[in-house]
């Protein structure tokens, strides 16, 4: 414990310096108004502005990604519950009721329950982050190619369990990262594979023009198709305070969505949006009126809102531990520090103390941050809700494409994230989720480098993944995970949880 404290002291040291203090903010800042505005969410965001770290140290670029991400969860519960219009992917189930008490002039009421059951959850989170994370990376010490080669396996096949829709079509997204992470020259033998003579693919195709175009363009693309009707509760929302009935009413659900989000966040595929959802459905089957549901019930913001942040928070776990990223925003993270130059794993905690326990630390600091941000200014958020898309989408558009030309000075980056814009498009067109493929685009590399690396300690021999016990348990669970979501009656109970 002494040591985790002095850790948690080599953080707050690391963090309170006036320009980590700046990009916290600046993150925090960023993350409401994209969770604030409909149409922008955190991983089109990172994605775009993942350039822009480029020209900043390691703790500060990590830290305003991650303030991003989380500030998004906390920003999007203001449009849920004013505009009936979810800011944000996870704020989605908030609408429900968040809007619903705006209508019976309860806004205030529950726009502060969302933020201090948010609060409250990003602090536990984060402890668990402190408190767990050591234990874990001490653990991964154990681990070597055959190990981090079998946990890839792992990741992969849960992020197919909790993908939305189709399972074929999850496994087909995840099969098509894999193969466009092989592209570019073998490293090992130096020959060039599924270039097709195009000497742009020599290195392969780029992280950040797929992000960039699979989430950012894709994101303008299906906000231009579809209006937006933004109705803004016109009351002046008054008394921001909760009663003492709101409280007595929201402090279990809000326990139980921050246990709840934070054992999602950690599993890969989880993370925010399946927590919030799952956080709702608990409560309203533990509830002893559940018909008060859809009408306003308090315990339907308090729920979701702890979860998806706690989620948000945990996620970092694995990511930072075992340098296996849980979602989408933290393949985007992992990307983040793979430009830095740092090697995503246990590694992390052992050569660059600083940077672990300062993003702890920042997490806490910018949890503080969107408490103050959010309640006071809910004005100001409210009147940027009136800004009309169409004047947004053109300096997003452009954004992107500086973003991406400044990365190499390379038009053919651009070229390369108009097409997977389109792409991506295409993909939520016909139900198939970017995340998987993503996942798969990040991880590929990585498990092909393992896989050459256990065959070669291994002389060729592939029973050395079933010989070392951590591989082999790793492998049984892929395989159960896998029988699992083959079977029919699994499966139908996973597609009627998914619906509900």
Request: glycine content about 12%; proline content about 6%; charged content about 10%.
């Amino acid at each position: 414990m002494t040591q985790i404290f002095d850790s948690l002291l080599l953080g707050f040291s690391a963090v309170l310096v006036p320009a980590n203090l700046l990009f916290c903010l600046v993150g925090a800042l960023i993350g409401t108004l994209i969770g604030v505005l409909p149409g922008l969410g955190p991983v089109a965001t990172i994605a775009m502005l993942l350039p822009i770290t480029f020209g900043l140290t390691p703790l500060s670029a990590l830290i305003m990604l991650a303030g991003i991400y989380y500030g998004a969860q906390y920003g999007g519960s203001t449009t849920s519950i004013l505009v009936n219009l979810p800011g944000e992917a996870s704020s989605v189930v908030t609408c429900i009721d968040g809007h619903r008490m705006a209508q019976q002039g309860r806004a205030g009421a529950a726009l502060a329950i969302a933020a201090l059951g948010s609060f409250f959850a990003g602090s536990v989170a984060t402890l668990l982050i402190a408190l767990f994370g050591p234990a874990l990376a001490s653990f991964s010490q154990k681990f070597s190619s055959p190990e981090y080669f079998s946990l890839m396996v792992l990741g992969l096949i849960s992020a197919i369990v909790l993908a939305h829709g189709s399972v074929i079509k999850a496994v087909a997204m995840i099969l098509f990262g894999l193969f466009l992470g092989l592209i570019g020259m073998d490293l090992n033998s130096g020959v060039s594979r599924y270039t097709f003579g195009i000497p742009e693919l020599t290195d392969g195709l780029g992280f950040v023009p797929i992000a960039m175009g699979v989430f950012g363009l894709a994101e303008i693309i299906l906000n231009l198709e579809k209006g937006q009707d933004r109705r803004v509760v016109s009351s002046k929302i008054r008394g921001l305070w909760p009663s003492r009935k709101d409280f007595k009413e929201s402090w279990a659900p809000v326990v139980r969505g921050t246990f709840l989000g934070s054992i999602l966040g950690v599993l890969p595929g989880g993370g925010a949006v399946l927590s919030s959802f799952a956080s709702y459905t608990l409560e309203k089957r533990l509830s002893k009126k559940p018909f008060r549901f859809g009408q306003g019930a308090i315990e339907g913001v308090a729920g979701p809102e702890s979860a998806n942040n706690a989620a948000s928070q945990t996620s970092f776990i694995p990511l930072l531990t075992l340098g296996l990223p849980s979602n989408a925003v933290m393949a985007l993270m992992m990307g983040a520090m793979i430009i830095q130059g740092i090697a995503p794993g246990p590694g992390v905690m052992q050569e660059r103390p600083e940077l672990f326990w300062g993003m702890v630390a920042s997490m806490w600091i910018g949890n503080l941050m969107l408490v103050v941000i959010n309640l006071p200014l809910i004005g100001l958020w409210v009147s940027l809700l009136k800004v009309p898309y169409r004047y947004l989408f053109p300096a997003i558009l452009v954004f992107c494409c500086i973003g991406v030309y400044t990365l190499n000075n390379s038009t053919a980056e651009v070229v390369i994230m108009v097409i997977f814009g389109f792409l991506g498009y295409v993909f939520a067109k016909t139900g198939c989720e970017g995340a998987p493929f993503l996942l798969g685009f990040i991880l590929g590399p990585l498990m092909e480098e393992n896989l050459r690396r256990a065959m070669l300690i291994s002389r060729g021999d592939p029973m050395v993944f079933l010989t070392r016990p951590i591989s082999a348990v790793l492998l049984t669970l892929s395989a159960l995970l896998l029988f699992l979501v083959i079977f029919p009656a699994i499966r139908k109970k996973r597609e009627e949880a998914f619906q509900e």
